[in-house]
């Protein structure tokens, strides 16, 4: 035979079910401010400099700026990145600062990174063109999302970066 339940009883079970329900509305609405399906941002290298060289690699300064084609605020971890540069070489790295990408808008990032897969400085500059000293890239990219449920979003760009090499004083 069964217990009848008290009303203290049937009072904790209502609101442990209204708790849930919130629990739940607050989860749906945080999932929902950032869209399931998102167009992929573009990426532009702006900037390429060789920061300092040495006989273990180099060390290079990027200025990436990203566009958002979406209405929607994309908030990122961290990007990945995978440069080819005019055939001579690859930088490979990530920007690990957290950021947003605001709809419809672009940001534009600095990042450092050391690659031991690049030819010489001297290399670099024979395969530049033009007056801005242009250097042919292939960017692939990709965009780690603040969100468990998104899959990461893919950048690629091919163009043409103006190359500097920074003088030590």
């Known amino acids: 035979m069964s217990r009848p339940i008290s009303g203290t009883a049937k009072s904790a079970r209502a609101l442990g079910a209204l708790a849930l329900i919130a629990a739940i ?18 990426a532009d290298l702006l900037g390429l400099s060789l920061l300092r060289a040495s006989s273990d690699g180099q060390l290079f300064s ?3 700026k990203l566009v958002n ?3 929607a605020d994309i908030p990122v971890i961290r ?15 990530e920007y690990a600062t957290p950021f947003t990408l605001p709809g419809q808008s672009s940001e534009t990032i600095e990042v450092e990174v050391f690659s031991k897969l690049v030819s010489s400085a001297s290399r670099l500059m024979a395969f530049s063109q033009g007056l801005n000293d242009a250097l042919a890239y292939e960017f692939q990219g990709e965009l780690v999302l603040d969100a468990g449920f998104r899959e990461p ?15 030590e004083e």
């Open 25 to 42: 509305a607050i989860l749906l609405q945080a999932c929902s401010s950032v869209p399931r399906r998102l167009a992929a941002p573009q």
């Open 153 to 167: 979003l893919l950048v690629f760009r091919r163009g043409q970066v103006p190359f500097i090499i920074a003088r």
């Open 69 to 71: 084609p979406n209405a």
């Open 79 to 93: 990007m990945d990145f995978d440069i080819r540069l005019g055939g001579e070489g690859r930088l490979i790295g």
């Open 62 to 64: 990027l200025r990436v």
